[in-house]
């Protein structure tokens, strides 16, 4: 296991993601009811940004830094505040130093009636993981594969909630056992919220994927809904760092893509790379 997120914390990919997480998770919050969030691939938990690996990429300068200086729309504001007043918080002098990662993103939601489990399987990231969620008595990191404790951990004894999978993508067979994965899980618990990370450099791994989840969602006894949101900072150049990056959220609360609707077009100025990004949301088909 080499990949290590540190480089990567609070990149573009990382703010639409925790984006998307926190509305889901603001949703939730409307119901009295319990949730659970599994995170299968959960990293470290907070990330230095003055960290060598920070400094090395700079890739949080092109994500989270732009958009705490972005103008907004009210309305937007209002839809991000949730993940924003997350990021401040472990930011209290307003200078950013600090990223939360999904771990965090997700414990800054929970009421005390929720739970998180978090799987992390590289020593090092889930000791600093331990360390910041020491003494926690809702959120549990695991020394689990979360390939194996994805099927293993659905459905919560809650029956609510959202599972969270956000592979490194290190190994080539990574979209096959997401896609494996995911059926499995799903078929054991059919009305869970699944939100599923990709790097968008291949269309046919990428589509073939979409499909894949797609088609196991409007194969259940009651058919699950999906949404498919890829957003692009720059075109992606082969072996250049990644600058397109894929979310499929199966379940998503019937508010999610008209809130998405609304964010995402004020994001393209502010994460693009050398001009701006470009986003697709769309409801991806079982079959090609
Ligand atoms: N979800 C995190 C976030 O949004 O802040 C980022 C996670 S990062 C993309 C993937 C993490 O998965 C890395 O910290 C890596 O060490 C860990 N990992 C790799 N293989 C794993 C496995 N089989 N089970 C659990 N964790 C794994």
Same mark, same amino acid.
Do not use: E, S
């Given at each position: 296991m080499n990949y290590r997120h540190a480089f990567h914390a609070g990149n573009f990919a990382d703010v639409i993601k925790h984006i998307v997480l926190a509305r889901i998770l603001t949703y939730l919050q409307d119901k009295p009811a319990a949730f659970r969030v599994i995170d299968t691939h959960a990293g470290a938990g907070l990330y230095d940004l003055d960290s060598d690996e920070a400094r090395r990429s700079g890739e949080w300068l092109t994500g989270i830094a732009r958009l705490m200086q972005a103008r907004l729309s009210n309305e937007t504001v209002a839809l991000t505040k949730p993940y924003m007043d997350i990021v401040r918080a472990f930011n209290p002098k307003g200078e950013l130093k600090a990223y939360p990662g999904s771990p965090l993103i997700a414990r800054g939601l929970m009421r005390p009636q929720d739970r998180l489990v978090a799987c992390e399987l590289e020593p090092k990231a889930r000791k600093a993981l331990i360390g910041v969620l020491r003494r926690d008595e809702q959120a549990r990191v695991v020394d689990l594969d979360g390939w194996m404790a994805l099927p293993a951990f659905v459905p919560p004894k809650e029956r609510r909630g959202l599972v969270l999978i956000d592979p490194p993508f290190e190994t080539k067979d990574e979209f096959e056992r997401l896609g494996e994965a995911f059926s499995t899980a799903y078929a054991k618990w059919p009305t869970g919220i699944y939100v599923i990370w990709y790097p968008a450099k291949s269309r046919r791994a990428t589509d073939a994927l979409a499909q894949l989840v797609a088609r196991t969602a409007a194969a259940a006894k009651t058919p699950g809904k999906c949404l498919r949101l890829e957003f692009s900072a720059a075109p992606q150049m082969d072996g250049? *760092?990644?600058t397109s990056a894929g979310l499929l959220i199966v379940? *998503? *609360?019937?508010?999610l893509q008209g809130e998405l609707k609304t964010i995402l077009p004020e994001l393209e100025m502010p994460l693009g790379q050398g001009g701006a990004a470009r986003f697709r949301l769309e409801v991806p088909k079982p079959y090609p």
């Open positions: 250049a *760092p990644l379940n *998503p *609360p019937y508010t």
